[in-house]
C-alpha cells in the first residue's frame, strides 16, 4: 500500500546529532555517544518549532550530555515487576497499560521508558500482542484500557484498528484510553481517516502530552480539533521539567491554551527517577508554588492533579499544596490570595 503523508514526514526526521549541525551552532562533543545509548529523533515538524539552541523544545528532543549520568534507575515505577506478559503491566486491579508499540515521533529526552523506548527490541511482535489480549479478555476485573508505549499512533491505521476491535470486543472492558505525543510532535498523523476509524469506538479518551505553550500551534490546535469532533474525550498529562516549563506563567499559559483546544489538563506529573533524565528533575516544592499559583487566578478546569510516581510500582499519588492547619477544632485555611480564614469544624460522634 503506498504510504502516507505522515509516514512520508517521518522518514524524513533527524535520527543524529550531525544532521542538526547543519541548521545549527552548538557542542557536538559526546553527544553522538548519547544518541547511541538512548535513540534520538526529531521529526520534521516538531524540528520547525525550534527557534533556538537550547530553547524548551531544543531541551525535549536533542541529546544532552547529562544523560550519561549513571545516577537513578532504569526502571523507578518497577513496571517490569508488574508484567504479567510483555504486553501487559497490571498495577491496579481495574486498569492496566497495554504496550502496543516501541517508537514515537520524535523521543522526548525525558522519558521514563528511556531503558526500551525507540529501541530496536521493544518491538513487540504479534504473539506478543495476542497474549496481552489474552490475558486482558481473561482477567474480567480491567475496565479500562490503556494503549500506550512508544506512541500507539505510529501504528498504521490497519493495525492500530485491529487493536481496538479485539479490545473492544471483550465485554468487561468498559473504556479505551490512548497515550499519544502525536498531536505535539506529528499532527498531521491526526487525518479524517484516523478520526474516523477511532470514532468506532466510544467511549475512547486520548491523552496528549503539551509541555510548553510553544507546542499549541495551528496546526496541533486543528489535529486536536478533528479529534474533539469525532467524539473522542481529550485530556493532557504535562510533565514538570526544569528550565522547560518550571515557572508558574508558563503553565498556567499551557493550561488556559489546551483548554481553548478542548483539551483538559488531567495531570502534572513530577519527573520519575528514571536514569538519564535527572536535570529535568525539578523539587516537588516548585511544582507546589506552581499549583497554588494556578488556584484563584486561573479557570478551576486548568487545574490537573499534581502526581508523583512512587518508586517501585506503588502508584501515583497526588501532591496537594498545604492549604489546611488545624487549631484544636478550628481550621485554619489558607484563602486563593494568600489571608488565613478561621473556619470552625464540627465534632464527629
Ligand atoms: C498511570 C498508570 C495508570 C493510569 O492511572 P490513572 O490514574 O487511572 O490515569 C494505569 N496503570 C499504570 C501502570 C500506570 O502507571
Ligand atoms: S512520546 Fe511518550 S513514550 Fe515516546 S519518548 Fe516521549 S515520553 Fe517517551
Not at 498545604?322 to 486563593?336: E, F, H, P
Amino acid at each position: 500500500m503506498a504510504q502516507e503523508e505522515w509516514q512520508q514526514s517521518l522518514k524524513q526526521s533527524v535520527t543524529s546529532v550531525k544532521q542538526l549541525a547543519d541548521d545549527f551552532d552548538f557542542d557536538q562533543r559526546q553527544l553522538e555517544a548519547v544518541a547511541a545509548r538512548y535513540p534520538m529523533r526529531i521529526s520534521p515538524y516538531y524540528l520547525g518549532l525550534i527557534e533556538q539552541v537550547g530553547d524548551p523544545i531544543w531541551k525535549q528532543c536533542v541529546p544532552d550530555v547529562r544523560e550519561l549520568d549513571p545516577s537513578g534507575m532504569t526502571d523507578p515505577l518497577a513496571e517490569e515487576d508488574f508484567s504479567p506478559t510483555p504486553a501487559v503491566i497490571h498495577r491496579y486491579p481495574d486498569r492496566v497499560i497495554f504496550l502496543v508499540s516501541g517508537s514515537c515521533a520524535s523521543y522526548c529526552r525525558f522519558c521514563t521508558r528511556k531503558r526500551k523506548v525507540g529501541c530496536t527490541d521493544m518491538s513487540l511482535s504479534f504473539r506478543e500482542l495476542r497474549a496481552g489480549i489474552d490475558y486482558i479478555a481473561a482477567n474480567a476485573q480491567i475496565h479500562d484500557v490503556i494503549f500506550s508505549g512508544g506512541d500507539p499512533l505510529l501504528l498504521p491505521d490497519s493495525v492500530l484498528q485491529d487493536l481496538l476491535a479485539r479490545i473492544y470486543a471483550i465485554p468487561h472492558v468498559e473504556i479505551i484510553r490512548i497515550g499519544t505525543r502525536v498531536p505535539v510532535t506529528l499532527p498531521e498523523r491526526i487525518t479524517e481517516r484516523l478520526c474516523a476509524m477511532l470514532k468506532k469506538f466510544p467511549p475512547l479518551y486520548i491523552n496528549t502530552h503539551f509541555n510548553h505553550p510553544r507546542e499549541l500551534t495551528s496546526q496541533a490546535t486543528e489535529a486536536c480539533a478533528r479529534l474533539a469532533d469525532a467524539g473522542i474525550v481529550l485530556g493532557n498529562q504535562t510533565v514538570l521539567l526544569r528550565d522547560v516549563n518550571d515557572q508558574p506563567e508558563i503553565i498556567s499559559e499551557l493550561f488556559r491554551g489546551l483548554l481553548k483546544m478542548r483539551v483538559r489538563p488531567y495531570y502534572l506529573h513530577h519527573m520519575d527517577l528514571t536514569r538519564g533524565t535527572g536535570h529535568f528533575r525539578t523539587s516537588v516544592k516548585t511544582g507546589l508554588q506552581i499549583m497554588y499559583s494556578l488556584r484563584g487566578p486561573v479557570s478551576g478546569l486548568a487545574s490537573p492533579h499534581y502526581v508523583i510516581d512512587l518508586p517501585n510500582g506503588k502508584g501515583k499519588v497526588p501532591l496537594i499544596p498545604q492549604y489546611v492547619k488545624r487549631k484544636g477544632n478550628d481550621l485554619m485555611i489558607y484563602a486563593a490570595d494568600g489571608s488565613v480564614v478561621e473556619y470552625s469544624d464540627i465534632v464527629d460522634g
